[in-house]
């Protein structure tokens, strides 16, 4: 009965070369968030989405971005990932924005070689 | 400007005793703030939550003080047991969920 499932647990990539993290989430929720936590930091909000409406944060690099075809998906598109992009990517759901309760996925942990 | 703050990496308890894990927060008018847990492999869980209408909350083993003067919150668990080994955020409530750093709590037997 997972509620957000994020595939794949682990990815690794080469640097430079696009990829693509997916979550998804039977919960219904209307915000999808997504976070990225490098080693001994705190999780750090890239951007959301409420419903459709996409919600990027200031200093979120244009690198990435982000795609919700619908309620149940959202996709974690890095373009041209660094070696400064290798971090713990948390999706998370919530039913509004600001809610205090979210639900995390279990994460999937970037390599980039 | 990191508005949340978690000030020991980790922290190592005997079974049975006090857990007190500690976060001090800035630039907050709306005092509320969660606890999650976070498990090797899993993702961040709720755990217990407070806001500024109180000064603790309590749920079950888990207490959660808010001091809004010192700008300071504290989660106490008792009795600790091993399986509440993990890592422990705090987060403050804005627009948006501010995580601090996180604490390895330890319980041994």
């Known amino acids: 009965d997972a509620m957000v499932i994020q595939n794949p647990r682990y990815q690794v990539t080469q640097f430079g070369k696009p990829v693509t993290l997916s979550c998804s989430q039977t919960?219904?929720?209307?915000?999808m968030y997504w976070y990225q936590q490098k080693s001994s930091q705190a999780p750090k909000l890239l951007f959301h989405?409420?419903?459709?409406?996409?919600?990027n944060e200031a200093d979120t690099p244009d690198n990435f971005q982000s795609r919700r075809p619908n309620t149940s998906f959202c996709f974690l598109d890095i373009r041209s990932p660094g070696l400064g992009d290798a971090a713990m990517y948390l999706c998370?759901?919530?039913?509004?924005?600001?809610?205090?309760?979210?639900?995390f996925g279990p994460g999937t942990r970037l390599l980039v070689l | 400007d990191q508005q949340v703050k978690q000030n020991s990496p980790s922290l190592s308890v005997q079974e049975g005793r006090i857990s007190i894990l500690n976060c001090d927060y800035t630039?907050?008018?709306?005092?509320?703030f969660l606890w999650y847990k976070k498990y090797p492999a899993e993702g961040p869980t709720f755990l217990i939550s407070?806001?500024?209408?109180?000064d603790k909350n309590e749920d079950g083993r888990f207490t959660v003080f808010l001091n809004k003067s010192a700008k300071h919150l504290s989660l106490h668990i008792v009795p600790s047991q091993p399986g509440d080994s993990a890592v422990y955020f705090c987060a403050k409530v804005t627009d948006k969920l501010i995580f601090g750093t996180g604490t390895r709590l330890q319980v041994f037997p």
């Open positions: 989405y409420y419903d459709k409406d996409f919600n």
């Open positions: 998370a759901t919530s039913r509004e924005p600001a809610e205090e309760t979210q639900y």
């Open positions: 630039n907050s008018m709306f005092d509320y």
């Open positions: 919960l219904n929720h209307n915000v």
């Open positions: 407070i806001s500024s209408i109180k």
